[in-house]
């Protein structure tokens, strides 16, 4: 008689099901293998990934190596000073922080700069960005900075003065030029934007704004450096007007806020830029700063939205320019720059309405365009309507300025293809989730975010079997708080399905970068955060964003553009072999 603790005794029956076992467990690996190979073969990167080079492949498994070493290492609380991320931060540890791969932006990217994966990733050539907004692509301390120095900046209130510490935060501020023979700039002058006389849209030098700034401004909860009361009134004027022209550290991580809020300072932003922007000695240099960040940064061509309800102004009299005097001026600059960085492809500008405008405002904006387009054909590529979403007018409610816009386009003979945003959005079903509808149906060559797509199934056949390349913008999305983190983010459920992407910035000069056209941070992202990526998958998404930019040349120029990337890419895995090689193909 056995007990319950005695063994039971093997038979021949039993050895036999322990082999059936075994045969069983082989067939479902070889079931999963074949299972796992089909699904990858539907990606969008996988007929990139076959074509791998030798070379391009070594350095594809030493970036593997590293990212996983650096999520073990680096992306942890206990990280020590080591090999590529020497800390010289204390707030991590004082602030008992979590740190861990795909961690909020905000948190993660001074510790992402160190590292690695960075310098790889810094290293990488880009190809095209595809989705960038113009205003928003420089950081805001050089902008300020430029703005100060140039004679005849000044800032004006609409809403009244500056008499309280309060009233820094909620002043309608704007900017503009005056002449330096304007009474404005006398030094008898006693107009004063902090003075309880001041009279609501009177231009005050901003030298003078500066040099009288009567707060010791101290942005709240750490959300840019501190400036003791005793600092020079230029410092902390300028540390005002930081937190008013960026997402602070602070605000981007206030997700129970929701959606709209930080869409509201977001939007506020623009205005208070534009009028220093758009005087004509700054947007020169302008346009040259951000061209020069881009490529430093590996990114050889933009396609530039810009948003044309701007009152831009001439060099030294003030006098109104003319929005087509914008693309002119814009022009000149890239092919400047173009002429002295022959590694540099060139930009083009995509033209912006708000679709939160009136029916008549818009379709003026639309004719400013056309005659635009007519004057200087190759620097003109597209049209698009920016702004928030949910609240805006959706795509269906602009139909008769749309049509309108493409009869005109056809009766002029002019080529001016959509490229609309559309998606940007956490809803499902609501107007803005379903602008998507439009968006296809309208012809768009490109969407912008298509954030809500994934729930689209019948769209997402659509977008492939069209080659509409969608333009993701993860850190954008991020603190914009349609994603809490990378993590979350739809980019992998798109590409596993087969569509078309490239990776862009949007606004990098107000979101957190801090860095005049970066795309790095977004693609160092998106390597990091996710396995199935990986720097072939990467290199996919730039190839992609080549072949879908606003060629002048068309196809024949697509295929120039791409095979000259190809070269870059073949150069840059030669590179990664040569400088990692030696320490990590052997892990």
């Not at 072949?547 to 073949?570: L, Q, S």
Request: net charge negative.
């Amino acid at each position: 008689m056995t007990t319950m603790t005695d063994p039971i005794p093997k038979s021949n029956s039993a050895a036999l099901n322990e082999a059936e076992i075994h045969a069983q467990i082989s067939a479902h690996y070889k079931a999963r293998s074949s299972l796992i190979a089909h699904e990858k073969s539907l990606r969008h990167d996988y007929a990139f990934r076959g074509s791998l080079s030798l070379v391009a492949h070594r350095a594809c498994q030493i970036v593997k190596r590293i990212r996983t070493w650096e999520a073990e290492n680096i992306w942890v609380k206990e990280a020590s000073e080591s090999r590529s991320c020497a800390s010289n931060s204390e707030s991590d540890d004082k602030n008992n922080m979590e740190v861990f791969p795909g961690m909020v932006f905000t948190l993660a990217k001074e510790r992402m700069e160190r590292t690695m994966l960075w310098k790889i990733v810094k290293r990488m050539p880009k190809g095209a960005l595809l989705h960038a907004h113009f205003e928003a692509m420089v950081d805001m301390d050089w902008l300020l900075g430029l703005a100060i120095e140039t004679p005849g900046i000044c800032i004006f209130s609409n809403t009244g003065p500056i008499l309280a510490q309060e009233d820094l935060s909620t002043t309608d501020i704007r900017f503009t030029y005056l002449p330096p023979n304007d009474p404005a700039h006398q030094s008898s002058s006693t107009h004063n934007i902090y003075h309880p006389d001041y009279i609501p849209g009177t231009p005050i030098p901003i030298t003078k704004a500066a040099s009288t700034f009567p707060f010791p401004f101290l942005p709240p909860h750490g959300s840019l450096p501190l400036f003791p009361v005793s600092c020079p009134k230029t410092s902390a004027f300028v540390a005002w007007l930081q937190s008013r022209t960026t997402i602070t550290p602070h605000e981007s991580l206030l997700y129970h806020y929701g959606v709209n809020k930080i869409w509201a300072k977001f939007q506020s932003i623009f205005t208070v830029i534009q009028g220093m922007i758009f005087y004509e000695p700054i947007l020169r240099k302008f346009v040259t700063h951000v061209m020069d960040g881009l490529h430093k940064d590996g990114v050889c061509w933009v396609d530039m939205r810009i948003a044309f309800h701007m009152s831009p102004q001439e060099a030294d009299t003030g006098a109104p320019l003319t929005h087509t005097d914008v693309v002119r001026i814009y022009g000149e600059e890239v092919a400047a720059y173009k002429s002295a960085n022959p590694g540099f492809w060139g930009s083009r500008i995509i033209w912006t309405g708000v679709r939160v405008f009136s029916p008549e405002i818009i379709q003026n904006n639309m004719q400013n365009c056309l005659k635009t387009k007519l004057a200087h054909p190759e620097v003109l590529a597209g049209y698009d309507l920016v702004g928030q979403e949910d609240p805006g007018r959706s795509l269906l409610s602009h139909l008769p300025e749309l049509f309108w816009f493409k009869n005109e386009c056809q009766r002029l003979g002019v080529d001016i293809p959509f490229f609309f945003h559309a998606g940007e959005t956490l809803g499902d079903g609501t107007p803005a989730d379903e602008n998507l509808y439009d968006a296809i149906l309208l012809g768009t060559k490109r969407i912008g975010h298509g954030f809500s797509l994934y729930k689209h199934p019948y769209l997402l056949e659509l977008v492939k079997a069209k080659n509409i390349c969608v333009e993701v913008c993860p850190i954008s999305n991020e603190i914009l708080r349609l994603t809490a983190s990378i993590l979350q983010h739809p980019l992998p459920a798109l590409l596993a399905q087969g569509v078309p992407i490239a990776v862009s910035n949007d606004d990098p000069g107000i979101l957190g970068q801090k860095t005049t056209g970066s795309a790095t941070h977004d693609m160092w992202q998106v390597v990091q955060a996710f396995d199935n990526v990986g720097l072939d998958g990467l290199g996919d998404l730039c190839r992609t964003s080549v072949e879908m930019a606003c060629w002048v040349g068309g196809e024949k120029e697509k295929e120039k553009r791409v095979a000259e990337w190809m070269g870059m890419w073949e150069e840059f895995c030669e590179w990664a072999v040569a400088e990692y090689g030696g320490e990590w193909e052997g892990k």
